[in-house]
């Protein structure tokens, strides 16, 4: 390169370039044009250290990444779009077809080392005739520049400008221009031959002189489509694709099909790897623990150290299956702009999925309609095409109230949408929005937003008062019933016996009051008839899967309870991009999102947050087979709904050993005859067992299940019978066909008749919806079940935590109230547990895993640990009165033993709260609670779910109301008696009696007995400290006399009684023998 007075000069091998630099503020050089952007891809070109950005192409150096680079030379052409020239391998390149036939070094820097130049014109080239050496980038061809003086020696070498005037630039300067014949290390392989320059003016457009004039758009659609069609394929022939590391350079290169949508965040090697060294430490330990525990009886209390040893063998085995599925925890980030630039293309329609958002609401008395309202004005206002989603309201108690709140609701939301969607408020749900205590201007720039968000809050207060007051008109049934304001009676006035009911509030014709179309917003009430088992929640659920597919069919069903609004707009987006990522996506059965909550107070004394549950646990789950579904804000593919089975796999190829060719080598045909012979032995067993299971098999895949589409030839593959599919499904064609479709789509024109016909209570009979279709029948806790049926299938499922919560509910923050809802969770439990579905025994020839089958034993056998908690809750009180204890006199090892295990039992859950960034006092309040649930819900679960199940016995809990008032948090104080309280109340009378006789006792005794008491009395301290929450909640308001005091003051007062008796300054100390005076020697 020579540098002239206004001008540039540069070149390669076949051509040099001289740019007009005379104005720097608008001449660029290629270097600088091309240094920062890949022309394919639009990324950045990599900069390497002490060598400059990375050049792919050595003759005109066109700006590509390596990541192009390298796709190319593997998939491509292996050629430089530009100039046609092949590539040249670089160093730390993977190697492709036809680079063995490079000679020399594998740094392409040492291709042209020119320490001289032999063969035909062999000469040197002094040093101070050198001018100067540069390359574009990285290029290793180099440019010679020579002063007149050497003219004379290379007369052959072409004049720089051809004899044309260039200003700045000598007429009869010379330019070398090496051949690329010029081989390594200098050697000349054939006469040298010089090729024409050009001079480029930079005012021009770089096109006319060949730099950008390839279609890179075309050819950039060129490999996505070639990319799909791969993708697709291997899809439908059973492609691994579940598995490809989405990190991968390898994958395809432009935005368009390369980028992932998300991807795995692994929790940091310095938080992770210690958590797991404390497990095996912990289960060392648990080994040394028991080995002392069993060989070290007590024999004056063999009961109670039995009774122990059980049930610390039982806590052991719970804690293994609760620890095991968190061992590879794992995080994940989305890309939302990645998303949008994927299927949302400026000047062409969203290429987003549908989605359809189911609503379950029963009662109003119980769900306000208020709350209801919140959640479906949320939903309408979401950031996501309106054409895209359906909002369908199940009211399962067919109430009027509801069906005039949802219709007075749709009125609302033609103001409220527009007023979201402006100014891009969040949340979405007005009630929650306009409760906010912050700043609400901030980042607020438009001059109109404070006058109409003044306007939009009296218009949600208006709206509020239309509500309340047809709560009202509804306390008081008339005698003949409700009626419609056309004055025909109200279908649902009989709860337990009314017609399908079907209302399409918003359809595709409805605008709000700006001219905007708004989402649909659909009301359905399934029919129910006397005699029909209607199964509650999970059949309201599955009859609103019927009427959505015949109505809209979107390919994904987002389903949430009344009182969970969308917290977060963007959460529909959040999920897309797990489920519409190309490489991972159709593996996928749901994005479990974690639950959170308002209204719960700052302590949460009843750990209604649940957050190491929804932060520890559920992380672990993701990184196994994902997350159990917990009833709300979950995502589904409507196929996974529909009992199919995941894409398969494919097969691995057989491997040969590396000595000889496939086709030849002796390992290969003796493996491969053996495994013949054996896989022969095996097809007539297999033919057997499938010829049985054929007609009663429920899984059927869904690459098995085609669809005739008229003038295409179908591929040879055996399609499912009509007949099948209606004994699976039920007897609507037009539901039957909508099941074919993959990608949704509504089968034919919405007929009313087939959606009413799709939701009456016989449709279910005789086919297998509850049982392999839709949500799973059984239990009261029908999302662990349908959850689990869908991981049997071998879906994976996915757990997605944005920054700002997707989802927020209410939860019960009253003692009662939550002692209930934990005794409905474990009765589900307990009837999985005695069901057929149990998976203890269920899905060994399915897809799941081994730790996520651990994670779901433990879901169903936790209220049996209720039996053990009880008994080790007594037994210190037990030991307390008996002055006995369940582990013998402690030696030196003994304390080491016990001081270990404490040890490693806090250094997991310390660890744990690290890497899943829990609070302390959140995960106290959570181990509080375990133990209040266990020893309340979980054991009148277990009587109450054997009743149930056994002898078909069903039994309800009262909860009476006490107290309350409108007070912060006046529904935390509420004192509402129910059964449930009487087990933990026992334990703490049990306890608090056992401290004071424990006590007693030892000032009885003397001081020796003092030692062994302080092991018995933190035994009772740990329990009473565990049900401290309890006790808390049976002492009502917090400004009148707390109850607790009032129990300890009656402890304290027992204390000091038997304290002063026993040191009664009134008495003498003296027990030794009275001593007498004696009068004379003889004394008696």
């Known amino acids: 390169m020579e540098s002239t007075s206004g001008y540039f000069v540069t070149g390669t091998k076949n051509q040099f370039l001289v740019f007009n630099a005379e104005d720097q503020t608008k001449a660029r050089s290629i270097e600088q044009r091309s240094e920062q952007i890949c022309l394919i891809c639009g990324d950045g070109i990599e900069y390497l250290e002490g060598e400059g950005f990375f050049v792919a192409c050595n003759e005109c150096a066109f700006p590509v990444c390596r990541a192009c680079y390298e796709y190319e030379r593997r998939e491509g052409t292996q050629a430089c779009p530009q100039c046609k020239t092949r590539y040249k391998r670089h160093k730390g390149s993977p190697r492709v077809q036809g680079d063995d036939e490079e000679e020399g070094s594998d740094d392409i820097l040492y291709e042209l080392n020119f320490g001289g130049i032999n063969g035909y014109n062999n000469f040197q080239l002094p040093d101070n005739r050198l001018r100067s050496q540069s390359s574009i980038g990285q290029s290793s061809s180099s440019i010679w520049a020579f002063s007149d003086d050497f003219h004379h020696e290379v007369s052959s070498i072409p004049l720089l400008t051809y004899g044309e005037e260039v200003s700045g630039i000598s007429p009869d300067s010379h330019a070398l221009i090496l051949s690329p014949n010029v081989g390594f290390g200098g050697q000349l392989m054939s006469p040298t031959h010089y090729h024409n320059s050009r001079q480029i003016n930079p005012k021009k457009d770089m096109a006319l002189y060949g730099y950008g004039t390839v279609a890179w758009k075309d050819r950039m659609e060129e490999w996505r489509q070639k990319y799909l069609v791969s993708f697709e394929s291997s899809a439908n022939g059973g492609g691994h694709y579940n598995d490809v590391d989405l990190e991968n350079p390898n994958l395809p290169i432009n935005d368009e099909s390369r980028q992932p949508l998300s991807r795995k965040v692994p929790i940091p090697s310095s938080k992770i790897n210690p958590y797991r060294i404390v497990i095996v430490l912990r289960l060392v330990i648990l080994g040394f623990f028991f080995h002392y525990r069993i060989l070290n009886p007590v024999k004056d209390a063999f009961g109670l150290w039995l009774t122990s040893v059980i049930c610390e063998v039982w806590f052991a085995i719970s804690w293994i299956l609760d620890q095991f599925p968190k061992w590879c925890p794992i995080e994940r980030e989305t890309y939302l702009d990645r998303l949008t630039l994927r299927y949302e293309r400026d000047g062409k329609p969203s290429e987003l999925a549908d989605i359809d958002v189911f609503v379950s609401t029963v009662d109003p008395a119980k769900e306000p309609p208020l709350i209801t309202a919140n959640t479906v004005l949320s939903i309408l206002a979401v950031d996501y095409p309106v054409d895209k989603v359906s909002c369908y309201v199940s009211d399962d108690g067919a109430a009027m109230l509801t069906f005039e709140a949802v219709s007075e609701t749709s009125l609302f939301a033609k103001k409220w949408v527009p007023f979201c969607k402006k100014y891009s408020i969040e949340p979405r749900a007005p009630e929650w929005y306009f409760a906010q205590k912050f700043d609400y201007l901030k980042d607020k720039v438009h001059p109109d937003f404070v006058r109409e968000r003044r306007a939009m809050k009296r218009e949600y207060e208006e709206f509020k008062v239309r509500i309340n007051a047809m709560v009202a008109a509804a306390q008081k049934v008339p005698e003949g019933g409700w009626f419609l304001p056309n004055g025909s009676p109200w279908p649902g006035n009989n709860v337990r016996d009314h017609p399908a009911m079907i209302q399409v509030f918003l359809g595709d014709s409805d605008v709000d009051n700006v001219g905007n179309p708004l989402p649909k917003l659909i009301y359905v009430s399934r029919e129910k008839k006397p005699g029909y088992d209607h199964h509650k929640k999970a059949g309201a659920m599955n009859a609103l899967v019927r009427v959505s597919a015949v109505m809209s069919n979107?390919?994904?069903?987002?389903?949430?309870?009344?009182?969970?609004?969308?917290?977060?707009?963007?959460?529909?987006?959040?999920?897309?991009?797990?489920?519409?990522?190309?490489?991972?996506?159709?593996?996928?059965?749901?994005?479990?999102?974690?639950?959170?909550?308002?209204?719960?107070?700052?302590?949460?004394?009843?750990?209604?947050?649940?957050?190491?549950?929804?932060?520890?646990?559920?992380?672990?789950?993701?990184?196994?087979?994902?997350?159990?579904?917990?009833?709300?804000?979950?995502?589904?593919?409507?196929?996974?709904?529909?009992?199919?089975?995941?894409?398969?796999?494919?097969?691995?190829?057989?491997?040969?050993?590396?000595?000889?060719?496939?086709?030849?080598?002796?390992?290969?045909?003796?493996?491969?005859?053996?495994?013949?012979?054996?896989?022969?032995?095996?097809?007539?067993?297999?033919?057997?067992?499938?010829?049985?299971?054929?007609?009663?098999?429920?899984?059927?895949?869904?690459?098995?299940?085609?669809?005739?589409?008229?003038?295409?030839?179908?591929?040879?593959?055996?399609?499912?019978?009509?007949?099948?599919?209606?004994?699976?499904?039920?007897?609507?064609?037009?539901?039957?066909?909508?099941?074919?479709?993959?990608?949704?789509?509504?089968?034919?024109?919405?007929?009313?008749?087939?959606?009413?016909?799709?939701?009456?209570?016989?449709?279910?009979?005789?086919?297998?919806?509850?049982?392999?279709?839709?949500?799973?029948?059984?239990?009261?806790?029908?999302?662990?079940?349908?959850?689990?049926?869908?991981?049997?299938?071998?879906?994976?499922?996915?757990?997605?935590?944005?920054?700002?919560?997707?989802?927020?509910?209410?939860?019960?923050?009253?003692?009662?109230?939550?002692?209930?809802?934990?005794?409905?969770?474990?009765?589900?439990?307990?009837?999985?547990?005695?069901?057929?579905?149990?998976?203890?025994?269920?899905?060994?020839?399915?897809?799941?895993?081994?730790?996520?089958?651990?994670?779901?034993?433990?879901?169903?056998?936790?209220?049996?640990?209720?039996?053990?908690?009880?008994?080790?809750?007594?037994?210190?009180?037990?030991?307390?009165?008996?002055?006995?204890?369940?582990?013998?006199?402690?030696?030196?090892?003994?304390?080491?033993?016990?001081?270990?295990?404490?040890?490693?039992?806090?250094?997991?859950?310390?660890?744990?709260?690290?890497?899943?960034?829990?609070?302390?006092?959140?995960?106290?309040?959570?181990?509080?609670?375990?133990?209040?649930?266990?020893?309340?819900?979980?054991?009148?679960?277990?009587?109450?779910?054997?009743?149930?199940?056994?002898?078909?016995?069903?039994?309800?809990?009262?909860?009476?109301?006490?107290?309350?008032?409108?007070?912060?948090?006046?529904?935390?104080?509420?004192?509402?008696?129910?059964?449930?309280?009487?087990?933990?109340?026992?334990?703490?009378l049990l306890n608090f009696i056992g401290i004071i006789s424990g006590i007693s006792n030892a000032m009885t005794n003397g001081y020796e007995s003092w030692g062994p008491l302080f092991g018995r009395l933190f035994f009772a301290g740990w329990v009473i400290l565990h049900l401290y929450p309890f006790l808390k909640g049976c002492m009502g308001k917090q400004d009148r006399v707390p109850t607790i005091i009032v129990v300890w003051s009656f402890i304290l007062a027992s204390i000091c009684s038997l304290v002063w008796v026993r040191v009664n300054p009134f008495i003498s100390k003296y027990d030794g023998p009275v001593l007498e005076l004696c009068d004379g020697l003889d004394c008696d």
């Open 554 to 988: 979107a390919p994904y069903i987002l389903n949430v309870d009344c009182d969970h609004y969308i917290n977060n707009s963007k959460a529909l987006r959040e999920a897309m991009c797990f489920m519409m990522d190309p490489i991972s996506g159709k593996k996928i059965c749901y994005v479990q999102f974690p639950q959170r909550f308002d209204g719960i107070d700052r302590h949460d004394r009843y750990s209604n947050r649940n957050v190491v549950f929804f932060d520890i646990n559920m992380k672990g789950l993701d990184g196994i087979q994902g997350p159990i579904y917990v009833g709300t804000g979950c995502v589904f593919r409507r196929q996974a709904l529909y009992g199919f089975d995941a894409p398969a796999k494919a097969k691995s190829s057989s491997k040969t050993c590396n000595c000889w060719p496939k086709c030849c080598c002796p390992c290969f045909r003796s493996k491969r005859k053996g495994k013949t012979a054996k896989n022969k032995k095996k097809q007539s067993r297999w033919d057997k067992d499938n010829s049985k299971h054929k007609d009663s098999s429920q899984i059927h895949a869904l690459e098995d299940i085609t669809e005739e589409v008229p003038g295409v030839e179908m591929r040879s593959e055996p399609l499912v019978p009509r007949e099948k599919l209606e004994k699976k499904f039920g007897q609507s064609s037009v539901f039957v066909a909508s099941t074919l479709k993959e990608d949704g789509g509504v089968v034919a024109s919405v007929d009313l008749s087939e959606c009413l016909h799709v939701i009456r209570c016989g449709y279910e009979d005789k086919t297998e919806w509850g049982k392999e279709v839709g949500w799973i029948y059984g239990s009261v806790t029908e999302d662990i079940l349908t959850g689990f049926k869908m991981h049997c299938h071998g879906w994976r499922s996915v757990y997605c935590i944005p920054k700002r919560p997707a989802f927020k509910g209410s939860a019960p923050i009253n003692l009662s109230d939550r002692l209930h809802q934990v005794l409905r969770w474990a009765l589900g439990s307990v009837e999985i547990f005695l069901s057929k579905h149990c998976p203890i025994w269920y899905g060994y020839r399915g897809g799941l895993k081994g730790l996520e089958r651990f994670s779901y034993i433990n879901s169903v056998i936790y209220p049996w640990t209720s039996f053990p908690l009880i008994v080790y809750c007594t037994l210190p009180a037990v030991c307390l009165l008996t002055g006995k204890f369940i582990v013998p006199e402690i030696d030196i090892f003994a304390s080491i033993l016990f001081m270990a295990l404490f040890v490693s039992i806090a250094a997991t859950s310390i660890l744990e709260m690290r890497w899943g960034h829990v609070g302390l006092e959140d995960w106290w309040r959570n181990e509080q609670f375990w133990v209040i649930g266990g020893v309340s819900s979980h054991l009148f679960a277990l009587f109450q779910g054997l009743l149930k199940v056994l002898a078909g016995i069903d039994t309800n809990f009262t909860v009476t109301s006490k107290g309350g008032d409108d007070e912060d948090f006046s529904e935390l104080y509420t004192f509402k008696w129910t059964t449930l309280l009487l087990p933990p109340m026992t334990l703490l």
